[in-house]
T-cell receptor, first 115, second 113 residues
Framework: DTAVSQTPKYLVTQMGNDKSIKCEQN?????MYWYKQDSKKFLKIMFS???????INETVPNRFSPKSPDKAHLNLHINSLELGDSAVYFC??????????????FGPGTRLTVT | GENVEQHPSTLSVQEGDSAVIKCTYS??????FPWYKQELGKRPQLIID?????GEKKDQRIAVTLNKTAKHFSLHITETQPEDSAVYFC????????????FGGGTRLMVKP
């Protein structure tokens, strides 16, 4: 009955590799997000995506790309991994914009370590 | 873009005391202000939120106040308990802009028994 799930929970990889993190939500939500939490616990939005548009935080390198096969999934692809990409990545989802319900529900996080 | 400042960064209180965490935001278009609690190694969990058409909201021991003119909002926890110990984040967003949340830097709350 997990609302927002992510796989894998832990990901250890070497610099230069390409990796993906998967996210799925069973809440029927229309908007999904990716956030990055660094070692100092700062939480930063990376992407917001619904079936109409993708909004990208301008500070996110283009090595990061979200891909949504359907409304319930938003995967994060990272190319040419760098040491600074090490962080915890959280997926989140929220109801359809315009429903006046803005609460976001977070997944359990994926701890990415780049060596 | 939006900028959210949160204070204090750490807060230590005695069990039973009240705790107050304050945030300021920069974008007057922001109209949704949630608070999240994150326990060690866990996901952020929404504990309370407030919309800009409301000045105060309360849920049991937790309350949030919003001053739109001054662009600041606060979280109040009364009768703190050891299980309230966690990192608390405030955030702000503007509906219609993808609902992207801008988070404050977090407050580590420690409740001493």
């Amino acid at each position: 009955d997990t609302a927002v799930s992510q796989t894998p929970k832990y990901l250890v990889t070497q610099m230069g590799n390409d990796k993906s993190i998967k996210c799925e939500q069973n809440l029927g939500h229309d908007t999904m997000y990716w956030y990055k939490q660094d070692s100092k616990k700062f939480l930063k939005i990376m992407f917001s995506y619904n079936n109409k548009e993708l909004i990208i935080n301008e500070t996110v390198p283009n090595r990061f790309s979200p891909k949504s096969p359907d409304k319930a999934h938003l995967n994060l692809h990272i190319n040419s991994l760098e040491l600074g990409d090490s962080a915890v990545y959280f997926c989140a989802s929220s109801p359809l914009e315009g429903t006046f319900r803005y609460e976001q529900y977070f997944g359990p996080g994926t701890r990415l370590t780049v060596t | 873009g939006e900028n959210v400042e949160q204070h204090p960064s750490t807060l230590s209180v005695q069990e039973g005391d009240s705790a107050v965490i304050k945030c300021t935001y920069s974008d007057s278009a922001s109209n949704y202000f949630p608070w999240y609690k994150q326990e060690l190694g866990k996901r952020p969990q929404l504990i309370i939120d407030i919309r800009s058409n409301v000045g105060e909201k309360k849920d049991q021991r937790i309350a949030v106040t919003l001053n739109k003119t001054a662009k600041h909002f606060s979280l109040h926890i009364t009768e703190t308990q050891p299980e309230d110990s966690a990192v608390y984040f405030c955030a702000a967003s503007e509906s219609g802009a993808g609902n992207m949340l801008t988070f404050g830097g977090g407050t580590r709350l420690m409740v001493k028994p």
